[in-house]
């Protein structure tokens, strides 16, 4: 065996196994380490130190933690997913950004966009999602999908933290089945200039409160239901666009937002890709959305282990540590073998993720990735109530030993049902399977 350097955790199964120092496959990069150490700083100072106070207040009261990943290259490497491409990596230098840690452009991959997903979400706090949630996935479609011109328009004050931008598809009749969506955009012309004039509403949008930038998925033909009349507009906030944010269970921070359009002109340049091919653009982006949200789930099931594990350790109960009953033993058996084999099936689809062209991964992972998002959510929902159980009453308790555990019990349906819920993602995940091996052949 060659030389290898092992970190051991202070509480079992707190950490993957390369974050260990175990052999990895695909965590073999020295930009790897460094990426994740300096993440996990940034997780403690900002996320956790800064965002106390928006934790406290159930929303983000003001630009300094957005304004740190703005600085530091968080922003940018959130925007950018997967892959820096080059025209792109281009816009943000001119903008004066830069990827965090001082990784390069052309080395940035899925496997870092793991990681930094990985360590933010260490803290357990909806904060992270207030801050990086409506960009992530409301940027995704105008780094695909934009027209050059459109790209150096709006892409550089968003890097920068300028402005806030989100993803605005579901509609209060539109959720798993978003051909239904209703939002009208219809052309018309002023003093020689096109505009679509957006009526409608979006409903439960991540992040929609803090926005300047709405990525709408518009009707802009047909009927409810049909989806070839679906196309996907920038509206930037301005007269007839109003928001009001909505009390969730999980409470406040990540901004979950209603968006209502009312008689809102929208320049036609601020049309991405064609008209009617709005519903491909949306789904394109679906696998990246469904991929960091089982890393969000990963982590968090973790840091439940994390917290009950190290509770047991030390409380007391029938003259014996919680730890030394063999029934509690079994409890975190059953937790740490579902987190593990979560641990293997992430690495394993990021590494085919990363080895193939988005076009391709959407098609040869997608049902692979919607049954992972599936996976990922049951697991936390398992792990997240077995761990709170062991707390007993600390476990119901805001703050204090049990605050990670209390916290992610109430976001847990956050990761089950946005995104594609459950049920959907498990029935998508067989049908796509199906579709990759064709008709049955008769024998
Ligand atoms: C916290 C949060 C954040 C969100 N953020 C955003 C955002 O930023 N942007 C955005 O556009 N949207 C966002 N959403 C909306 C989210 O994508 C939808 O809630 C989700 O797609 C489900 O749609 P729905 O709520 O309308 O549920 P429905 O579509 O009404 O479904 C309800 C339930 O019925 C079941 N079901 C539905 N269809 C099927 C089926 N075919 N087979 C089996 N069971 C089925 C499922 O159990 C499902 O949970 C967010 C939602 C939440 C809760």
Not at 59 to 86: M, N, S, W
Not at 196 to 211: C, D, E, F, P, R
Not at 238 to 251: D, N
Not at 323 to 330: A, D, G, H, K, M
Request: aromatic share 8%.
């Amino acid at each position: 065996m060659s030389q290898i350097k092992l970190t051991k955790p202070t509480v079992p199964f707190s950490e993957a196994p390369w974050i260990q120092g175990l052999p990895s496959s695909i965590f073999t990069s020295p930009s790897h380490v460094q990426l994740r150490e300096w993440a996990r700083n940034f997780t403690d100072e900002v996320i956790v130190k800064i965002g106390a106070k928006y934790v406290e207040a159930g929303r983000i009261t003001d630009d300094e933690a957005y304004q740190r990943c703005a600085k530091d290259g968080v922003l940018f490497a959130f925007a950018t997913g997967v892959h820096v491409d080059p025209k792109i990596a281009k816009i943000a230098e001119r903008a004066g950004v830069s990827l965090p840690a001082g990784i390069k452009m052309d080395e940035w991959s899925n496997i870092h966009d793991y990681i930094i997903w990985d360590e933010l979400n260490r803290a357990a706090s909806a904060v992270m999602m207030g801050l990086l949630g409506g960009l992530t996935y409301g940027t995704g479609p105008l780094m695909h999908f934009c027209s050059d011109e459109q790209k150096e328009r709006w892409l550089p004050e968003i890097f920068s933290g300028k402005k806030r931008i989100c993803l605005a598809i579901t509609e209060p009749l539109a959720g798993s089945n978003v051909a239904n969506l209703s939002t009208e955009a219809k052309l018309i012309e002023e003093n020689g200039k096109k505009y679509y004039l957006v009526n409608g509403s979006k409903k439960w949008i991540t992040n929609g409160i803090y926005s300047d930038y709405f990525t709408t998925a518009v009707r802009t033909s047909g009927k409810a239901g049909d989806s070839s009349g679906i196309s996907l507009l920038l509206i930037p906030k301005g007269p007839g666009v109003t928001t009001k944010q909505m009390k969730m269970l999980p409470g406040g921070a990540s901004g979950t937002t209603i968006v209502e359009f009312d008689d809102v002109k929208v320049p036609v340049e601020n049309l991405i890709g064609k008209e009617g091919d709005g519903l491909r653009l949306v789904f394109f982006n679906f696998n990246h959305e469904r991929m960091t949200i089982a890393f969000t789930a990963l982590r968090l099931s973790r840091v439940c282990l994390e917290d009950a594990i190290a509770h047991t350790r030390r409380r007391e109960v029938f003259g014996k540590k919680l730890i030394e009953q063999p029934v509690v033993r079994y409890k975190i058996g059953h937790m740490a073998r579902e987190v593990e084999a979560l641990q293997a099936w992430v690495e394993s689809i990021v590494f085919q993720q990363m080895n193939l062209t988005i076009p391709q991964s959407n098609l040869l992972t997608g049902g692979t990735c919607a049954l992972l998002k599936a996976h990922a959510g049951i697991v936390l929902d398992h792990v997240v109530r077995e761990s709170l159980h062991l707390l007993g009453g600390m476990g119901l308790t805001v703050g204090g030993t049990g605050e990670r555990i209390e916290r992610i019990y109430r976001e847990v349906k956050g990761m089950t049902i946005p995104g594609g819920s459950e049920d959907v993602m498990l029935d998508l995940g067989v049908r796509q399977q199906l579709k990759l091996v064709g008709p049955q052949s008769k024998f």
